[in-house]
């Protein structure tokens, strides 16, 4: 069965740069979850997005925005990286009348 | 959403039945609970949900009080494939926007041989 995809999976970047991670969830899906895990720290939510539209916003700094195109394929962009910013980013999908989240197996962004 | 309370570690012998509690004393009527795990640093994993009545799926079971303050992850036949952090998660019925999952601290468990 399909699963969520994420590009890249790895990912280095140097302070102030800015980075795109992409996730492709599962077909049919309509909604997507973006969520951050820093080093031996539990996920946190950052935002999701419903039918192209955002439907939940979390503890996402104001460098990051994020929006799923027409194909439900969703992008996180970050600016102005941080030390603080190095973590394990997850992408999850779902459908609207079943709740249940599939996660993909993460980007790791590394800022050095 | 509710707040859940989470032993932090907990072991169990390969082949034996790990219990994994969880208290959620503020939980709502209309809220569910929900089970995650995350094996390390991978994408965390669904594993089974409820709201009043016990619930089986091939993973797992959950045993939901009839008050419905706590509950226990019953893994039936533990092997080493299920070490990992278990979430255990309340959340609202689902909506047309969906709902985040807010994980808590969590359970990591241990298999042992």
């Known amino acids: 069965a399909a699963g969520v995809i994420q590009s890249p999976r790895h990912l280095i970047k140097e302070k102030r740069e800015t980075a795109t991670l992409k996730c492709y969830p599962i077909?049919?899906?309509?909604?997507v979850y973006w969520y951050q895990q820093g080093p031996g720290q539990d996920p946190q939510f950052l935002i999701s997005?419903?039918?192209?539209?955002?439907?939940d916003k979390g503890s996402i700094p104001d460098r990051f925005s994020a929006q799923q195109f027409s194909d439900y394929h969703s992008e996180l962009n970050m600016s102005s990286l941080e030390l603080g910013d190095s973590a394990l980013y997850f992408c999850?999908?779902?459908?609207?009348?079943?709740?249940?989240?599939?996660f993909g197996p993460g980007t790791r962004l590394t800022v050095l | 959403d509710a707040k859940t309370t989470q032993p932090p570690s907990m072991d169990c012998a390969e082949g034996r039945a790990a219990n994994l509690p969880c208290n959620h004393s503020?939980?709502?009527?209309?809220?569910?609970v929900y089970w995650y795990r995350q094996i390390h640093s991978q994408g965390p994993q669904y594993i089974i949900h409820?709201?009043?009545n016990n619930e089986t799926n091939e993973m797992a079971s959950l045993i939901i009080t009839e008050d419905r303050k706590s509950s226990t992850l019953i893994l039936p036949h533990a092997t080493l494939r299920d070490t990992a952090v278990y979430y255990c998660?309340?959340?609202?019925?689902?909506?047309?926007?969906?709902?985040?999952?807010?994980f808590g601290k969590g359970t990591s468990l241990l298999v042992t041989p």
């Open positions: 998660i309340v959340r609202p019925p689902t909506s047309n926007s969906g709902y985040a999952l807010n």
């Open positions: 409820g709201l009043k």
């Open positions: 997005f419903y039918e192209k539209m955002q439907s």
């Open positions: 077909p049919r899906h309509d909604t």
């Open positions: 503020t939980i709502s009527g209309n809220e569910y």
């Open positions: 999850a999908s779902s459908l609207e009348w079943n709740n249940e989240q599939f």
